[in-house]
């Protein structure tokens, strides 16, 4: 299965794409990841942010295509809905929430032929288990084959426990 789990910051992946995740509602309302992009690559995230078509409906993705004039080292930003500040979701609805995040990433990056995505463990603002997240990553995952044409998902945390989780859920 092309996965891989790594501990490390994801912006050292080599992946064509990055995924970010946002509340679709709006501008400004993006995760703690995507912060810390626009920090790093502030000329970059101006473009995303004027490419984004809002409001862009939960679970859903849309790409943002970036060039080398915007300094930034990945071909693409994926954005995914995933943020919400409305709606109380439970731990399942939550779980496939990311499971359709996922699979509609991992669709955008087949799309743009891309042939490795990164992103972190999707726990949201809401904070899912790492457990949670990663099994609703994987089912998105699965669900996208065979259509993902062999893109590899680059799933990345800083949490030093994030390998055994993975080990434990039978993923590299």
Known sequence: MPVRV???????????????SID???????GQVAR?????????WRWVEQGVEYPL???????VVLDEAHGCPFEAVILVSTLHHL???GAGQKQ??????????????VTHQFEAVATTVMSGGWRLSMDQALVGMMAG???????SRGVWLDIHGLDPQLKAIARRLGLP
């Open 6 to 20: 790594t501990v490390g910051d994801v912006f050292e992946s080599e992946a064509d794409g990055l995924v970010l």
């Open 96 to 109: 496939r929430l990311v499971s359709k995040a996922t699979t509609n990433a991992v669709k955008a990056a």
């Open 57 to 63: 409906e939960l679970g859903q993705a849309q790409c």
């Open 36 to 44: 810390a992009f626009a920090q790093r690559w502030p000329e970059a």
């Open 87 to 89: 709606d109380v979701l």
């Open 141 to 147: 995952f699965k669900a996208s084959l065979p259509q």
């Open 24 to 30: 679709g509602l709006r501008s400004g309302m993006e």
